[in-house]
């Protein structure tokens, strides 16, 4: 089945632990992206990835990073969390850039909450 | 700013009824839009997708439009159901590489 998956789905933390999120699909997709969904905010993108090694700022890029060593995956990393990146997370794919027409797959969404 | 609303925030409406969600978009230079569902605590399904060369398409019940001039996109949905229940959101291309989403109309079907 094709897919985007999303590790975990529920985390609980404290401020400043650093943890990661896993993202991973199976569609063999160019572009991967996260986002955030705060209420009122709707989603905002937080980082994207071209293909493998290319990755570029959204629009709210503060206090995360990412990486893609390999095309499927596509982990988000908080390195020092705080309660303000508290939060439904999403991971999205597509065949390439939004831009160009492509339709977005979503992951299933992980709820962090920071305390 | 390239901006997407979708009011109302919220909707309800008698099972069987025919409605329509909207979409407005500041930005007449739009590559596509993209309809989306979501479940409360579940990720977004693509219902639909519209290239900007596109007025409308259709799938099932649901038929979306787009007029770039006027700058709005509609949801129609025919024959609602129960579980038509769920938060739909609207997402536009500008030609950027992401997509700029609206905060929703979250639908309630009433049996």
């Known amino acids: 089945e094709a897919q985007v998956t999303q590790n975990p789905r529920y985390l609980i933390t404290v401020t400043g632990k650093k943890l990661t999120v896993t993202c991973s699909q199976n569609m063999n997709h160019e572009y991967m992206s996260w986002y955030r969904q705060d209420p009122g905010l709707g989603l905002r993108q937080i980082y994207y990835?071209?293909?493998?090694?290319?990755?570029d700022k959204g629009d709210v890029p503060e206090g995360y990073k990412v990486s893609r060593k390999e095309k499927r995956n596509f982990p988000l990393i908080l390195e020092s969390p705080s309660p303000n990146q508290t939060s439904l997370y999403f991971c999205?794919?597509?065949?390439?850039?939004?831009?160009?027409?492509?339709?977005?797959?979503f992951g299933p969404g992980t709820r962090l909450t920071v305390t | 700013k390239q901006e997407v609303t979708q009011i109302p925030a919220a909707l309800s409406v008698p099972e069987g009824e025919n409605l329509v969600l909207n979409c407005s978009f500041t930005?007449?230079?739009?590559?596509?839009l993209q309809w989306f569902r979501q479940d409360p605590g579940k990720g977004l399904t693509s219902l639909l997708l519209?290239?900007?060369?596109?007025r409308e398409q259709t799938s099932g019940r649901l038929n979306a439009s787009l007029d770039k001039s006027s700058g709005r996109s509609t949801l129609y949905i025919a024959a609602s159901q129960p579980g038509d229940s769920a938060t739909y959101l609207c997402?536009?291309?500008?030609?950027?590489?992401?997509?700029?989403f609206g905060t929703g109309t979250r639908l309630t079907i009433i049996p």
């Open positions: 999205a794919s597509s065949l390439g850039s939004p831009g160009a027409g492509n339709e977005q797959y």
């Open positions: 930005d007449s230079a739009i590559y596509n």
């Open positions: 997402a536009a291309s500008f030609g950027n590489e992401k997509l700029t």
């Open positions: 990835s071209m293909n493998v090694e290319v990755t």
């Open positions: 519209i290239q900007s060369s596109q």
